[in-house]
């Protein structure tokens, strides 16, 4: 499934990686684009997309509504 999410709190490449990390925690095999620049996310993943946004948030970067 490919979902994408705006996070206005990334402002860098270290919150970029800090992302990717989060999601590819809950599905190891997901492709993540995390572009700090447009503060969107791109993502191909087989995990659900409330997992995905928790492990966005739990991560200290919020996913808005």
Known sequence: ???QFKVPSM????C???ITQA???VD??????A???TKQVA???TASEAAIKV?????GYPVPE
């Open 11 to 14: 402002a860098c490449s270290a």
């Open 43 to 45: 993502i191909e993943t």
């Open 23 to 25: 999601i590819q925690s």
């Open 1 to 3: 499934m490919k979902l």
């Open 16 to 18: 970029a990686a800090a």
């Open 55 to 59: 492990a966005i948030t739990e991560a």
């Open 35 to 37: 572009d700090p620049h």
């Open 28 to 33: 190891a095999i997901a492709a993540v684009t």
